[in-house]
Structures are given as C-alpha cells and as structure tokens.
C-alpha cells in the first residue's frame, strides 16, 4: 500500500453499489487505489423491475477498476458467487461493504407478511450470507498475512455495513426496514466479536435519510461510525466517507 489512506492492492466487494451512496463508496474506494465488485441487481427502492444495466454501466465508467455483479444477494450461492468473482477476478478480498436495502413501508395494522419477508431478506440476509461466505477468506487472508510488510501482521481485513437511524429511533409504517437495519447493528458487532483475533474490523455508518435514490442522488449526511469493539478510527459525517475511512488503515 501507498500511504496511510491508500487501498492499493485491496479487493471490496459493495453492495447496492450501482447508484446513491453505495456509487460514492464504489468510486471513492477506487480512487484510493482499491478494486471493487459492484454488486447490485438495479431494482427500484421497493426491491422490483430489476435492471442489470445499472450495475453494468456504474461498473464501465471505472475502467478496470471495478467489475458488476448483478445476481441476487439474497440467495446464499449468489453471495458465495461475488466473493468467487472478487478472488478470481482480483485476486483477493479484502473489504465488504453491506449497502444494499430495499423498503415496502406500511403501518402495522396494514401490513404484508410477504413485504416483511423481502426487506428482512434483501437489508438483513444478504448481509449475513456475504459475510458467511467471505470471512472465511478474510481468516485465510490473515494466516497468510496478506498485504503485511515483512515481519508485520495482517490489517487489512474490513467488514462495513451501512445502517439507518431508523434502526434506533424507528420511524412511522418502516417495521420491515428498521427491524433489517436494527439486526444489521447486531450483526456488526458479532462479526466485530467473531473476527477480532484475526485483525479484522467490523463497522456501522449511519445514514439518516431512509433512501438516496428516493430523495436525491448525492449522498447524504450521515452520523460517525460508532462501531465494534474494534473500530477503526472515527469517520467523517458522510455515508461514502466513513465507510471508506472504515475500510483504510487503522
């Protein structure tokens, strides 16, 4: 690596990356010097009218930087499949970053079971089965100290799920979407838990508009990384920056 902030030499895989905050974290980890999955299917905020383009295109305007992936993360083999085409594609991964969320908002009492399911299933479980399928890599990366200067020991290794503050203080009719990103809180830290002995770091930025792509297309404000155990270091108040400063060095 170049640099305390460079990403030189370090494979990402972004979800939900194609547009909004997960295109700004795609092109800001590249321009630190990392390669980067896009792994986004292009569906609209409510999970339909999937579009494969969109990841195609966010992709291509990154030359060899980056490459899309468009299949459904809410399958477990298609999870397995993005950490297959980081490792074949780039040689490694080391950086995961859980974007990727849908809403189908309604009151309680007009609620639809099948609406639950699919947010819980897209915000929730596609962060779980990448996970599973990628810190096994990220264990093999770390006992064969990947990116460790001679006689150092591995650091490289970074896990960022993107939260909501909806997922703290709730918000009218989101039972689905501030349960998912409630779980993903949890899920932050027993990976934090899970992966500390190996050198890998597990955060939470926390974005406080409910979507991008429904109110704006730039980033928005978003409070610090308050994080795992092993955090490491404080990010800057936006989205795209602290998940970048979460991915760098500690």
Same mark, same amino acid.
């Given at each position: 690596?170049?640099?305390?902030?460079?990403?030189?030499?370090?494979?990402?895989?972004?979800?939900?990356?194609?547009?909004?905050?997960?295109?700004?974290?795609?092109?800001?980890?590249?321009?630190?010097?990392?390669?980067?999955?896009?792994?986004?299917?292009?569906?609209?905020?409510?999970?339909?009218?999937?579009?494969?383009?969109?990841?195609?295109?966010?992709?291509?305007?990154?030359?060899?930087?980056?490459?899309?992936?468009?299949?459904?993360?809410?399958?477990?083999?298609?999870?397995?499949?993005?950490?297959?085409?980081?490792?074949?594609?780039?040689?490694?991964?080391?950086?995961?970053?859980?974007?990727?969320?849908?809403?189908?908002?309604?009151?309680?009492?007009?609620?639809?079971?099948?609406?639950?399911?699919?947010?819980?299933?897209?915000?929730?479980?596609?962060?779980?089965?990448?996970?599973?399928?990628?810190?096994?890599?990220?264990?093999?990366?770390?006992?064969?100290?990947?990116?460790?200067?001679?006689?150092?020991?591995?650091?490289?290794?970074?896990?960022?799920?993107?939260?909501?503050?909806?997922?703290?203080?709730?918000?009218?009719?989101?039972?689905?979407?501030?349960?998912?990103?409630?779980?993903?809180?949890?899920? /932050? %830290?027993? $990976?934090?838990?899970?992966?500390? !002995?190996?050198?890998?770091?597990?955060?939470? =930025?926390?974005?406080? @508009? #409910? &979507? /991008? %792509?429904? $109110?704006?297309?730039?980033?928005? !404000?978003?409070?610090?990384?308050?994080?795992? =155990?092993?955090?490491? @270091? #404080? &990010?800057?108040?936006?989205?795209?920056?602290?998940?970048?400063?979460?991915?760098?060095?500690?």
């Amino acid at each position: 690596m170049n640099g305390a902030d460079g990403l030189e030499g370090r494979v990402a895989i972004v979800t939900g990356g194609a547009r909004g905050i997960g295109e700004a974290i795609v092109r800001t980890l590249v321009a630190r010097g990392a390669k980067v999955v896009v792994a986004d299917m292009g569906v609209a905020v409510d999970g339909s009218d999937p579009d494969p383009s969109l990841a195609q295109e966010a992709a291509g305007k990154l030359g060899g930087g980056a490459v899309a992936y468009t299949e459904d993360m809410g399958i477990p083999k298609a999870a397995a499949g993005a950490v297959a085409l980081a490792v074949e594609k780039f040689g490694g991964l080391d950086i995961i970053v859980n974007n990727a969320a849908i809403q189908r908002d309604a009151f309680l009492f007009k609620g639809n079971t099948d609406h639950w399911d699919a947010v819980v299933r897209t915000n929730l479980s596609a962060a779980y089965y990448l996970l599973a399928a990628a810190t096994p890599v990220l264990r093999e990366n770390a006992a064969a100290k990947r990116g460790a200067s001679e006689g150092g020991t591995y650091g490289w290794g970074r896990i960022v799920n993107i939260v909501s503050t909806a997922a703290f203080y709730g918000n009218y009719g989101q039972a689905p979407y501030a349960s998912a990103k409630a779980g993903l809180v949890g899920l /932050t %830290r027993i $990976a934090a838990l899970d992966m500390a !002995r190996v050198g890998v770091t597990s955060n939470r =930025p926390t974005r406080r @508009r #409910r &979507s /991008t %792509r429904s $109110a704006c297309s730039r980033p928005r !404000r978003a409070t610090s990384a308050i994080s795992s =155990p092993i955090c490491a @270091r #404080r &990010s800057p108040p936006r989205s795209a920056a602290s998940s970048s400063a979460c991915a760098g060095a500690r």
